[in-house]
Nanobody, 126 residues
Framework: QVQLVETGGGLVQAGGSLRLSCAAS????????MGWFRQAPGKEREFVAAIERSGGSTYYAASVKGRFTISRDNAKNTLYLQMNSLKSDDTAVYYC???????????????????WGQGTQVTVSS
């Protein structure tokens, strides 16, 4: 089992920045590709960003590319999402997730992630 806990959400004005963190425990963090997803009210959960086990490769949804940066610190068992130039459309609950199987590659498919955090609310006011 992999346990994930997100922190760092909050209320921010449009154009502002936030950094989300996801603390992992239970299994060897560096063995798992990780991702960030979000879900806005009345909408389906959507892919935001993903990162390979080593952190060497990252992937982004078109809507956040150039504004958000995913990173990880395997020594600290922590995943990050730096969010800049925030827009009202970024308002959502943000979830971190770990691939169901270790040693698997990063992906944008939510169904391939087996471990999820409880989510953290990000609200961007215009």
């Amino acid at each position: 089992q992999v346990q994930l806990v997100e922190t760092g959400g909050g209320l921010v004005q449009a154009g502002g920045s936030l950094r989300l963190s996801c603390a992992a425990s239970g299994r060897t963090f560096s063995n798992y590709a990780m991702g960030w997803f979000r879900q806005a009210p009345g909408k389906e959960r959507e892919f935001v960003a993903a990162i390979e086990r080593s952190g060497g490769s990252t992937y982004y949804a078109a809507s956040v590319k150039g504004r958000f940066t995913i990173s990880r610190d395997n020594a600290k068992n922590t995943l990050y999402l730096q969010m800049n130039s925030l827009k009202s459309d970024d308002t959502a609950v943000y979830y971190c997730a770990a691939r169901r199987s270790p040693y698997s590659g990063a992906t944008s498919s939510a169904g391939l992630y087996g471990y999820w955090g409880q989510g953290t609310q990000v609200t961007v006011s215009s």
